[in-house]
């Protein structure tokens, strides 16, 4: 149902842009978010958006850094990463859910997408 893509090695202080490409014709029904597991961790919540595009969530630790966007058109969901650090280095996944708010609560989510690794070298 999801596919993402486009992860890889980046130095610090480099850009990466990842997308979430849905299958289906629902996509624009759902909230879309993005998370991270680095290793020996929990997974993370690190950006929502809902879905028309309009309002956009961050965690702290990405805002002002992260964008998260959508094309409700291409079924696609992206992540453009700037001002990377070594301590961004995890998967990231996309997910879907239809339920607003609550965007953190990884259980709340309808659909998982593969995972994509992010690595970012000091």
């Known amino acids: 149902q999801l596919q993402a893509c486009g992860g890889g090695l980046v130095q610090a202080g480099g850009s990466l842009r990842l997308s979430c490409a849905a299958s289906?014709?629902?996509?624009?029904?759902?909230?879309m978010s993005w998370f991270r597991q680095a290793p020996g961790k929990e997974r993370e919540f690190v950006a929502a958006?809902?879905?028309?595009?309009?309002?956009?969530y961050y965690a702290d630790s990405v805002k002002g850094r992260f964008t998260i966007s959508r094309d409700n058109a291409k079924n696609t969901v992206y992540l453009q990463m700037n001002s990377l650090k070594p301590e961004d280095t995890a998967v990231y996944y996309c997910?879907?859910?239809?339920?607003?708010?609550?965007?953190?609560?990884?259980?709340?989510?309808?659909?998982w997408g593969q995972g994509t690794l992010v690595t970012v070298s000091s």
């Open positions: 997910a879907a859910k239809q339920v607003p708010f609550y965007w953190s609560a990884s259980h709340g989510y309808d659909y």
């Open positions: 958006i809902t879905r028309s595009g309009g309002t956009t």
């Open positions: 289906g014709r629902a996509f624009s029904s759902y909230y």
